[in-house]
């Protein structure tokens, strides 16, 4: 009943609100010749688009692309029902965009949207999406300096969080993000009537098979930190370097950001979280899926990713299956269902091995050696075909033409090695 009465009320304010906002549209439009005016809502209900989407928007904006030949101002406001994932992060795209309350904008935004198809006309005062949303195709994050930052207060803030659970200074430190679900069934569970929240649950992956790789970390002298919020499992490690901050007491908005911008490296299990290290250029272990929306645009992440396995026949897919399939793509996991497919998470030996292999690279610059390099340039010939090509990419959940741009990430070697299969 609750829901019934606010979607009820939220209907009423809205019809309310567009009788008044209507003149400012309308002067919005007169005032085109001089100024243009555009508006985005920015994805502020979802971590990874939140962070990514305006840094991409910034690095695009450098290179002018998206953007009008005449006098305009772009204005940004939250997601339209007020949901806000990080309001720290709130705080610091406040300082690079303007970003005005969403209850005067998201009205005003959709009668200037209104008002362009009744005229049978483009809307140029949307802002519009990136290239390719969050996927950095054109490599501009190699090319530009970050744009979002911390003040000075922020960083002091944050050196005395470090301090507090024990890292010294000019300590390293890891970032473990792995997903398993908990977050989205605790974040969206009043939000939607109609959200299936277990849509995803193809991207979870189980915790203790990155315990080795922890270990290892440890045992080499890193401090590990396990980032995320809401949990379904603890990690039994007792060791003064390591903090499972997921569990902790003493969790914020801002360490939240703090953290995985400052590791020496991240983890991930490719989700929104490894969104922060990825937009400031800190080096990442991709775990993703679906395979073919792999993040691949800079020299600094290391790749791999489930096994796809055939439950009649119980052996691995080709990457020629997996698209064939129709799952490089996938974005529901009713489509391996469908299929027939089971998805395998990555053994603990080939997570250990890729963390093992993720030093050597930093240590070399991210430059990769040549062990098996014929096997590494026909797994990424043979990806980029697929990949380009319409029958497997020109899909409603892939809506972008353009997913990939140059090729710098780096397929785990020791992955490729021990999965050969994949390029059968």
Not at 57 to 82: A, M, R, V
Not at 329 to 344: G, H, P, R, T, Y
Request: aromatic share 12%; hydrophobic share 40%; proline share 3%.
């Amino acid at each position: 009943m609750e829901k019934i009465l606010t979607k009820m009320f939220r209907k009423i304010n809205l019809f309310f609100l567009n009788i008044i906002l209507l003149p400012v549209s309308l002067i919005i439009i007169l005032l085109r010749p001089f100024v243009l005016l555009r508006f985005k809502e920015l994805s502020s209900e979802l971590f990874g688009g939140f962070i990514a989407f305006p840094e991409i928007y910034l690095c695009e904006k450098k290179e002018k692309i998206n953007l009008p030949n005449k006098t305009h101002l772009d204005i940004f406001y939250p997601h339209h029902l007020g949901l806000i994932c990080n309001s720290a992060l709130m705080k610091m795209w406040k300082r690079k965009l303007l970003i005005l309350p969403s209850v005067i904008c998201h009205p005003i935004n959709i009668q200037l949207s209104t008002i362009s198809k009744f005229f049978n006309m483009k809307n140029i005062h949307d802002v519009g999406d990136n290239t390719s949303m969050d996927r950095d195709v054109h490599n501009l994050f190699n090319k530009h300096s970050i744009n979002i930052s911390f003040n000075s207060e922020e960083k002091i803030n944050g050196i005395k969080f470090l301090r507090k659970i024990g890292l010294k200074e000019n300590e390293k430190f890891v970032c473990v993000a792995v997903r398993d679900g908990q977050y989205n069934k605790d974040f969206y569970k009043d939000s939607y009537d109609n959200l299936k929240l277990n849509r995803h649950d193809y991207r979870n992956w189980n915790i203790q098979n990155f315990i080795p790789a922890i270990e290892y970390l440890l045992e080499k002298g890193y401090f590990v930190i396990r980032v995320g919020k809401n949990s379904k499992e603890k990690l039994n490690i007792q060791n003064e370097k390591f903090f499972d901050y997921t569990f902790s007491n003493i969790k914020n908005d801002f360490i939240d950001i703090f953290l995985g911008a400052n590791c020496h490296f991240c983890i991930s299990t490719g989700f929104g979280y490894d969104m922060i290290p990825h937009v400031f250029r800190r080096p990442v272990i991709f775990l993703g899926v679906p395979i073919g929306l792999l993040n691949t645009y800079s020299s600094k992440y290391i790749l791999l990713t489930k096994h796809h396995v055939d439950k009649k026949t119980q052996k691995k897919l080709t990457l020629s299956e997996i698209f064939q399939k129709n799952l490089a793509f996938a974005q529901d996991i009713n489509e391996f269902e469908n299929m027939n497919v089971k998805l395998i998470d990555c053994s603990s030996d080939e997570i250990k091995s890729a963390t093992i292999e993720m030093i050597e690279l930093i240590k070399n610059n991210f430059k990769q050696d040549n062990k098996n390099s014929e096997q590494i340039k026909k797994f990424w010939s043979l990806y980029l075909s697929f990949c380009q090509d319409k029958k497997y990419s020109d899909r409603p959940l892939v809506k972008y033409s353009k997913i990939h741009g140059k090729i710098l990430a780096k397929i785990s070697p020791n992955f490729l090695l021990k999965n050969q299969n994949l390029l059968n």
